[in-house]
Each structure stands twice: as C-alpha cells, then as structure tokens.
C-alpha cells in the first residue's frame, strides 16, 4: 500500500521556468491539499480539493495552480518559478471524518 | 475563518520533566484536531486526533491532548519528557462542510530535551 506518492522528491529550477509536481494517492479519499513549508512558518495550505472535480484555494495560492485529474491524482503547477517559491512542498489526502496523511515531500530550489 | 495559534515557537524542557505544548484554535464549526511530529529532514507524522469523541485523547508516545471547547485549546502534553521527543510539533484543525475542507496548521513549536 503506497499511500500518498509525490513525485519528484527533489527539483531545482532556474526563475522564470515551470514545473508541475506531482502527487497520487491509492486510498481512495476525496479531499486532497497541498502545502509549503518554510521555516517558522509550519505548513501553509496552497490549495485543496474537497471532492472530484473541485478545487479551491487555500492560504497561499499565489504563483500556483492546481488540477484534480482524478480521484487519485492532484498535481501542483509553478508557471514561472520565483525564488521565493523555494520550499518543500506536501500533498496530503484524507477520507471524510479523520486525519490527512502525507506524502514525502519535494524539495524545490529556485536559482 | 480557521486558524491555528501555538504559543512559543521553541520550547526546552529536561530529561523526565512534563512537556507542555500549547495549541489554540478558532473554528466556525466544531472541528477535528491533530497533532502531528516532524522529526528533521522527515514528514509528517500523526500524534493523535480528536473527532468529536472523548475530550481526552490519548496519542503515541506517551502524548496526550484534551479538547476544551470553552477555551477553544488543544494544548499537547506528556508526563515525562525522553531524548528521543525533541522534534517539530504541529497542531492542525479541519473544518469540514458539505463543499469545503480545510486543513490549517499552526506555526509549529521546536522542542528541545535537554538531558
């Protein structure tokens, strides 16, 4: 049982270049987020999606898009990276009534 | 709107003294609560939760939390601290409607054992 699968784990990108990270989940939830965590400042919500097909914004979405593909899959996209978008970033999914459980992470530098 | 406060961002206690981490919360309705553990360069890992269940909920580790809704806190404790509890601790709150669901955390507290 893979659980919550983020791809990649690490990535470096120069200013101005995008990427779409990647996050799958096998446990059939229907909520799904994605976080940035920066030193002291814990994990901020970028977006959620509540259900299939539905996606909203959370504390931090400037910069960012997301797609809901599936069920499964919630990617996270940087159309033109900033430095300031230098983080780790954690996708999460949860059923309806308990915790989220998260994957490994992704660690992204932008030079 | 929800947010998560957990006042000092590090917190030192001693070999075998109480730990005491503190979590407040505001929530428009009633919520479910987390604390999770991250220990360096690793993810996240659940502590324990409360899901409207008993107030008193007991987690990993020794850690125990209690829901005060009068209070709105989630404060985290364990009875005698051990080397192996230093880490980042994290309190969260979902807040869950029919089109909505939000997990929020809090900052995180640091916490050092000193032995």
């Known amino acids: 049982n893979a659980g919550v699968t983020q791809t990649p784990k690490f990535q470096v990108l120069k200013t101005g270049q995008s990427m779409t990270l990647q996050c799958a989940q096998d446990?059939?939830?229907?909520?799904m987020y994605w976080y940035r965590q920066d030193p002291g400042m814990g994990l901020r919500l970028i977006y959620y999606?509540?259900?299939?097909?539905?996606?909203d914004k959370g504390e931090v979405p400037n910069g960012y898009n997301v797609s809901r593909l599936n069920k499964r899959e919630f990617s996270l996209r940087l159309e033109s990276a900033a430095p300031s978008q230098t983080s780790v970033y954690f996708c999460?999914?949860?059923?309806?009534?308990?915790?989220?459980?998260f994957g490994q992470g992704t660690r992204l530098t932008v030079v | 709107a929800q947010s998560v406060t957990q006042l000092g961002s590090h917190v030192s206690v001693s070999e075998g003294a109480l730990v005491l981490l503190r979590c407040n919360y505001s929530?428009?309705?009633?919520?479910?609560l987390f604390w999770y553990v991250q220990y360096p360069n690793q993810g996240l890992q659940l502590l324990l939760k409360y899901t409207s269940a008993a107030t008193l909920v007991k987690g990993i580790n020794g850690f125990e939390a209690e829901f005060k809704k009068s209070e709105t806190s989630f404060h985290l404790t364990k009875p005698s601290a051990h080397m192996s509890d230093a880490a980042e601790y994290f309190c969260?709150?979902?807040?869950?409607?029919?089109?909505?669901?939000?997990?929020?955390f809090g900052p995180g507290t640091s916490l050092s054992v000193i032995p």
């Open positions: 969260a709150v979902r807040t869950l409607k029919t089109s909505y669901d939000k997990v929020i």
């Open positions: 999460a999914s949860a059923p309806r009534d308990t915790e989220a459980f």
């Open positions: 929530s428009s309705v009633p919520p479910y």
């Open positions: 446990m059939n939830h229907n909520s």
């Open positions: 999606s509540a259900s299939e097909g539905t996606t």
